[in-house]
């Protein structure tokens, strides 16, 4: 399978802990973005990568986020001293930039629950 | 960001054609229109992407008008496994997509 991949797909965890997820991106996409989706909602934008460069943040990713593509290939997440609120879908997407018509592929996400 | 306006529930019954419209009044000359599907626990999965007029793949038709002011997702006789979230979605590439909350499709036998 050449898809987007992402591991774990679930995560528990108890509140104050940290974690890390990480996403694997159809290999020849230069282009790597994060969201994050709670339940009965649209998924929503947390941070965007072409190649290794982060270009794009949300005032949704708190201090407590920090996320890496160190060699523009795979992608990690990390969410420190975690929150109740953190409890969501983490999804990943891909994508081979240069032209309008782009089109953003997703991974199966990982699912988080704070403790 | 163009924002998409979208049903927010449908209800159908297998073997009919479903027509999902979807307003973006404020689209921009370069902004394609893409459309996702969504089951409960997976990311969204890519059905089509248009500029104008028609397109058509194997999943689904996808009809534009001349103002492209709205955007039309046709599903040809839809299945139980058809029941899912599909969401419209207005820009270009290197843009972060805007998700409203979609449309929740629900075929009955």
């Known amino acids: 399978d050449t898809g987007v991949s992402q591991d774990p797909r679930h995560k528990i965890t108890k509140r104050g802990q940290n974690v890390t997820f990480r996403c694997d991106p159809i290999?020849?996409?230069?282009?790597l973005y994060w969201y994050r989706q709670t339940l009965g909602q649209g998924p929503e934008f947390l941070t965007y990568f072409q190649n290794e460069a982060q270009l794009e943040k949300s005032r949704l990713l708190s201090d407590r986020f920090s996320a890496e593509r160190p060699k523009g290939s795979f992608s990690t997440l990390e969410i420190q001293r975690t929150e109740q609120g953190d409890s969501a879908m983490y999804l990943c997407a891909s994508s081979l930039g240069g032209t309008d018509q782009e089109t953003q592929y997703f991974g199966p996400g990982t699912r988080l629950l704070v403790l | 960001l163009a924002k998409t306006t979208q049903p927010i529930s449908m209800d159908s019954y297998e073997g009919q054609e479903v027509n999902i419209t979807c307003s973006h009044n404020n689209i921009a000359t370069n902004d394609y229109i893409t459309w996702y599907q969504q089951f409960p626990s997976q990311g969204p999965r890519f059905i089509i992407q248009?500029?104008?007029t028609k397109v058509t793949n194997e999943v689904a038709s996808l009809f534009i008008p001349a103002d492209r002011k709205s955007s039309t997702l046709s599903l040809p006789r839809v299945s139980l496994s058809d029941t899912a979230v599909y969401y419209c979605l207005v820009g270009i590439g290197r843009r972060a997509l805007t998700f409203g909350s979609g449309t929740r499709l629900q075929v009955q036998p």
């Open positions: 290999s020849e996409h230069n282009r």
């Open positions: 248009g500029y104008k």
